[in-house]
């Protein structure tokens, strides 16, 4: 004998019976259906109709018409933005001390016979250069390291600034700085 002989059959519970159920999931599944469409679509309508959304630049008017009426002056209630019209020299409290105890840095300060500081870090590249090309204001220079476009006020391989891009005898020439000439070739 074994255990399940002395079980008793047991009939399997039966449905309720009504379609409520299978009507209430059918409703959902299209409600979610719908929302999914209409969520997928929306964006491209918005995409495809653009002016029936967001601003109109018509509505928004930058400019407005000045008055007619003489402009009054400005008000403001801080007392630092007061002006005062009266012409007199501040008078200074009795117990200021005059002597003064403070020195004052000389940082940011240059000579005024001083000369400009020459560039510290030599331009890459040899000093030798020639020039290819003038064309606009600007020349196009080769040396050992490559191509380089200057224009007047640039620097040159030789540390020296362009002073001039000028034609002489049908030729281009750079004078420099430093007074070198240099002709196209």
């Not at 449905?15 to 159920?21: C, E, N, T, V, W």
């Not at 020195?103 to 300060?109: D, F, L, R, Y």
Request: proline share 7%; with cysteine; charged share 25%.
């Amino acid at each position: 004998m074994r255990d399940s002989d002395a079980d008793e059959p047991v009939a399997p519970p039966e449905k309720p019976a009504g379609r409520s159920s299978v009507l209430v999931d059918r409703l959902l599944a299209t409600t979610g259906v719908c929302l999914a469409f209409g969520s997928a679509i929306f964006p491209w309508y918005v995409f495809l109709n653009p002016d029936k959304f967001g601003f109109g630049s018509e509505s928004l008017n930058n400019g407005r018409d000045l008055s007619l009426v003489e402009a009054r002056n400005v008000f403001s209630v801080s007392p630092l933005a007061l002006i005062s019209k009266e012409k007199k020299e501040p008078k200074l409290p009795d117990n200021l001390d005059q002597i003064k105890t403070a020195t004052v840095s000389n940082v940011g300060q240059t000579a005024k016979e001083a000369m400009p500081a020459k560039v510290e870090q030599p331009f890459p590249g040899a000093e030798a250069f020639r020039l290819l090309h003038v064309a606009n204001g600007r020349a196009l220079i080769e040396d050992a390291s490559g191509m380089f476009m200057v224009k007047v006020g640039s620097i040159l391989p030789d540390n020296s600034k362009v002073a001039v891009l000028e034609k002489r005898d049908g030729q281009w020439v750079i004078v420099t700085s430093d007074g070198a000439i240099y002709k196209n070739q």
